[in-house]
């Protein structure tokens, strides 16, 4: 929403991120804007404890092919959590409404069918500019949020792992 920073949290409520291991599905169209949340939610993971060589970042194609490529990371490389980011800004085509239900339901289904969290880091836009907003600009960055989300997913995750039965 217009109103809200992205970046914007307490760090107070963040979990202890510093044994967890985090992949990154990242769309290379619209690249100006994926790179710049890209470089929020690797910062934003470390700053909270994930090391490094404990961040795997995937590049693909465009925002629909984040699914499968969110998969192949989870089966591939055994993360406590995938976050999912690229940028669909509107054009004069029905084009954006079906890339948007694609991916939308694609990570949906993810989530239903993997034993992880896979973070819905995609910004769906009217325009260039406000892409530009969410990805580092006066909105603060959906990198930043999706890797908030990514860690308070694993963590919630972890704890019901731990819950005795």
């Known amino acids: 929403m217009a109103t809200a920073n992205l970046s ?22 619209n690249h100006e804007i994926t790179h710049a949340m890209l470089e929020g939610a690797v910062k934003t993971l470390k700053k909270h404890g994930v090391r490094e060589n404990n961040i795997i970042v995937k590049h693909v194609p465009g925002t629909f092919e984040l699914t499968f490529g969110a998969k192949l990371l989870a089966s591939a490389d055994d993360p406590d959590a995938v976050i999912c980011l690229g940028c669909v800004i509107q054009g004069e085509t029905p084009h954006f409404t079906y890339i948007c239900q694609g991916v939308t339901g694609g990570i949906t289904q993810l989530n239903l069918d993997h034993e992880i969290p896979f973070i819905f880091g995609v910004l769906t836009t009217e325009t260039h500019q406000q892409a530009v907003e969410r990805a580092g600009g006066k909105h603060g960055n959906k990198g930043d949020e999706a890797a908030v989300t990514a860690i308070k997913m694993a963590s919630l995750l972890m704890e019901t792992e731990e819950e005795p039965e």
């Open 8 to 29: 914007a949290y307490d760090p107070g409520t963040i979990p202890d991120a510093g044994m967890m291991r985090i992949g990154i599905v990242v769309a290379d169209w």
